[in-house]
């Protein structure tokens, strides 16, 4: 009987246009052909109206997710088969039968199709899809009023269907995060995988993340550097190595070693000048500043020289920033008698056609871009109290310009120019407590030579010339 599907939940399918309907059977009307829901949910959203009427000609599909009442008729096998049908009449004494998909109950374990007797096409005009009770009097029905032209076209306000929030907790509380992720195979961690590895029995694959190396390597040692005095000023860099200072006799010695291997002075003038330059283009803004559209601003640079080796390494990089397109300024002081190391860099940079003057009046009054400081000297610390050394030192410290110091003296406590970058040559000298930010550059010496002045090295600038190092 019909009467036995009463209070049963289903879900009823009325294809594209009506879409999915699911609620409790209310009723089922054998003459008009209808079968009636309460508490509907239209596409997962609760209806704003208690009941909605269906005709049997639009019902594409009817499944049963909760049978309130089961009608048990006598059959062979294990269980009864569960059947329903609206029986009516045909409006010319025929009928036609119309058999919908199976039926599919998540409660019982055997089901048979329902069968809906559907009326001739010629039946009453209510059969159409997803009548519900109130639009009768919306569409003008008997004794409604008639429908306005902009219902007809944007149809019932949809306020109603905001008044229910969805339920995010109690949809993702369904997900099984766990278990998708041990299909996946990426929960495992390192030690479940290697006592994975461990089991004979199991052959299933591991996984691994995109930083994960497949071979083993071995465990990284960041204090490759080691000197024959311990216990100085220590640096690091990027990727954590440990950088040890060194004594400034113990740089002398490595220095003279590499002349005797053949790293010449010439030839570290020459690499030092490379480098430092490449540092000050980047710190000028590199390829976004040094651009052929940009040549109607070039950056100008000033660097402040000596008449000693560290003076001559300030010429050699004023003369590869020249070359490279930046407006150089070089201030060296005039002397009667200069290192050749100097006279032969001052000779190289004047083929350059750039500027060189002898008095801190000549040097610009406006702030700069770069100034290059190569004023000290390790050998001769007294050239800090002549005259021409102070003055260059209040235009640096007055022109508000960034200072980059190459080759800076060992760990003075007043520095007569405020860096704000410093350079270190090969391994870092001792230093003093600044805030300047320490760089170390690459000047070709062999490993054979550290090893004969006793320091065991290995190279910490992996792909570049010139790195940062930071205190611990």
């Known amino acids: ?18 879409g999915i309907y699911q609620g409790e059977v209310s009723s089922v009307d054998h003459s008009s052909q209808t079968i009636s829901l309460k508490q509907p949910y239209h596409n997962g959203v609760r209806c704003p109206l208690p009941e909605v009427t269906f005709s049997a000609v639009d019902i594409k599909e009817l499944k049963f997710l909760d049978i309130h009442n089961t009608v048990n008729k006598p059959g062979t096998g294990q269980g009864a088969a569960t059947e329903s049908s609206f029986n009516a009449s045909a409006r010319r004494g025929q009928s036609n039968k119309v058999a919908l998909p199976h039926v599919t109950n998540n409660s019982q374990s055997t089901t048979a199709p329902i069968t809906i007797l559907r009326r001739a096409p010629a039946a009453s005009s209510n059969s159409r899809g997803a009548t ?5 009097a919306r569409n003008g029905g008997a004794g409604g009023p008639a429908r306005t032209r902009d219902d ?14 969805f339920d995010f907790e109690g949809n993702l509380a369904l997900f099984d995060k766990a278990a998708v992720f041990s299909q996946m195979g990426g929960a495992g961690s390192h030690s479940s995988r290697a006592q994975h590895h461990g089991a004979p029995g199991d052959q299933r694959p591991a996984s691994y993340r995109h930083d994960e190396n497949i071979l083993e390597a071995k465990p990284v040692i960041y204090r490759q550097i080691t000197v024959p005095q311990p216990g100085g000023q220590e640096f690091c860099t990027d990727s954590g190595l440990v950088v040890p ?3 400034y006799e113990l740089h002398k010695r490595l220095l003279a070693a590499a002349e005797r291997w053949g790293l010449s002075l010439e030839r570290r003038l020459e690499t030092t000048g490379v480098c430092s330059s490449q540092m000050a283009l980047t710190l000028l803004g590199g390829p976004n500043r040094l651009t052929p559209k940009n040549v ?13 080796i560290q ?8 003369r590869h920033l020249a070359n490279h397109g930046v407006e150089v300024i070089l201030f060296l002081p005039n002397f009667v008698k200069m290192q050749e190391s100097v006279t032969s860099e001052v000779q190289l940079y004047s083929g350059t056609g750039s500027k060189q003057v002898a008095s801190v009046k000549d040097l610009p009054t406006s702030p700069v871009d770069l100034v290059i400081n190569c004023l000290d ?14 003055s260059a030192a209040d235009w640096a410290n007055q022109n508000r310009a960034p200072v980059l110091s190459i080759d800076p003296m060992v760990g003075s406590q007043h520095r007569s120019v405020e860096a704000k970058w410093i350079l270190s040559l090969g391994l870092p000298l001792p230093l003093a407590e600044t805030e300047s930010r320490v760089y170390l550059c690459d000047i070709g010496i062999p490993k054979m ?20 190092l930071h205190t611990p």
């Open 1 to 18: 009987m019909a009467t036995d599907w009463l209070g049963s939940v289903v879900s009823i399918n009325c294809g594209l246009t009506l």
């Open 132 to 136: 519900q009770k109130k639009s009768g």
């Open 152 to 165: 007809e076209c944007f149809g019932a306000g949809t306020d109603e269907n905001m008044d229910a929030d």
């Open 245 to 247: 200072s060194v004594p």
């Open 296 to 308: 109607h601003q070039k950056p100008t640079v000033v660097l402040l020289c000596g008449p000693h």
């Open 311 to 318: 003076g001559a390494q300030g010429v050699s990089c004023a």
């Open 377 to 390: 000297c390790h050998e001769n610390p007294l050239l800090r109290e002549q005259s021409w050394y102070q």
């Open 449 to 468: 030579v550290f090893q004969e002045v006793g320091i065991r090295y290995h190279s910490p600038f992996g792909c570049k010339f010139v790195i940062p």
